[in-house]
């Protein structure tokens, strides 16, 4: 079966750091290219960021460069999102979701995992 | 940054009724649109990709179609699970955008 997991989320105080991680099963991993998307609560969605099979290729959205920092390792099957400098406003759920077409950078989402929830409070 | 812009916000309809949602993109992003569905508590879902092509185990009763900078959801006949909220996504260029969302709802 095809499926991510993601762990890592809790509270955090504002200026603190978190990492999460995506495990990853049922598929090729280090084919696809994998991305995290966040949904604060009662919002909408936004992706976050998205890496490359071979890490070759990295994005992120505006809100988070400089701060967040995406990864992967293929020999794991995982995905990490490391979140320095948090603010309140980072507070979501998390989840990691995968590229449809192996090999696609842009391409819709087709595998998400069930969301890990990040809150950012003092 | 595209904007995608979807209406309604919401829409009250109920089972049986066909619905009717739009995403309008605020510059072109071919056809490269996607639709999800989400439930309260539940990740997204993909519906649609590629602006008129279903996922794999989506039924027949979701459709897609547009171009450009304007596209149509249709659900023929609603179901009682199809009541939930509905996002478009481009990925045209990045970053990727999602919509607002839009709420289908019981009447």
């Known amino acids: 079966e095809v499926q991510l997991v993601e762990s890592g989320g809790g509270l955090v105080k504002p200026g603190g750091s978190l990492r999460l991680s995506c495990a990853a099963s049922g598929f090729m991993f280090s084919s696809y290219s994998m991305n995290w998307v966040r949904q604060a609560p009662g919002k909408g969605l936004e992706w976050v960021s998205s890496?490359?099979?071979?890490?070759?290729?990295?994005y992120y959205a505006d809100s988070v460069r400089g701060r967040f920092t995406i990864s992967r390792d293929n020999a794991k099957n995982s995905l990490y999102l490391q979140m320095n400098s948090l603010r309140a406003e980072d507070t979501a759920v998390y989840y990691c979701?995968?590229?449809?077409?192996?090999?696609?950078?842009?391409?819709?989402?087709?595998?998400w995992g069930q969301g890990t929830m990040v809150t950012v409070s003092s | 940054e595209i904007v995608l812009t979807q209406s309604p916000a919401t829409l009250s309809l109920s089972p049986g009724e066909r619905a009717t949602l739009s995403c309008r993109a605020s510059?072109?992003?071919?056809?490269?649109l996607a639709w999800y569905q989400q439930k309260p508590g539940q990740a997204p879902r993909l519906l649609i990709y590629d602006a008129s092509n279903r996922a794999t185990g989506i039924p027949a009763r979701f459709s897609g179609s547009g171009s450009g900078t304007d596209f149509t959801l249709t659900i023929s006949s609603l179901e009682p699970e199809d009541f939930a909220v509905y996002y478009c996504?481009?990925?045209?260029?990045?970053?990727?955008?999602f919509g607002q969302g839009t709420r289908l709802e019981i009447k």
């Open positions: 979701a995968r590229v449809r077409a192996a090999r696609l950078g842009l391409d819709a989402f087709d595998i």
């Open positions: 510059q072109s992003v071919s056809s490269y």
């Open positions: 890496i490359s099979g071979s890490s070759n290729y990295i």
């Open positions: 996504q481009q990925r045209s260029n990045w970053p990727v955008t």
